[in-house]
């Protein structure tokens, strides 16, 4: 049974950092694009970092370009989202999701077939 369980959301200031993490059960990373989503209220779910594990390559929407960094642990099988300088449009729903197969959109939301249960992020101003 494959489960993904967010952690590491909180309120924070402008300009802080957080690191969210997702623990991954059912299996393991290999081969696998890692990605984390935000959605915000009544707002459009929106992929903003991408890793493939096999190769180590990452994804970045162009918001979070330089600020949020995406990393994985295969040995704790952790899949982990860096995020500094947050700025209060940061503040949503982040989500991470696993596909086998999503070379030609690692951002795009349906292309990712197994889903966390989110965990929330406040940025105050």
């Known amino acids: 049974q494959v489960q993904l369980v967010e952690s590491g959301g909180g309120s924070v200031q402008a300009g802080g950092s957080l690191r969210l993490s997702c623990s991954i059960s059912g299996f393991a990373l290999g081969n696998y694009f890692m990605a984390w989503f935000r959605q915000a209220p009544g707002q459009e779910r929106e992929g903003v970092a991408a890793i493939y594990v096999g190769t180590g390559l990452t994804y970045y929407a162009d918001s979070v370009k330089g600020r949020f960094t995406a990393s994985q642990d295969n040995a704790k099988n952790t899949l982990y989202l860096q995020m500094n300088s947050l700025k209060p449009e940061d503040a949503a729903m982040y989500y991470c999701?696993?596909?086998?197969?999503?070379?030609?959109?690692?951002?795009?939301?349906?292309?990712?077939?197994?889903w966390g249960q989110g965990t929330q992020v406040t940025v105050s101003s």
């Open positions: 999701a696993a596909s086998r197969n999503a070379f030609s959109g690692p951002l795009i939301g349906y292309r990712y077939n197994y």
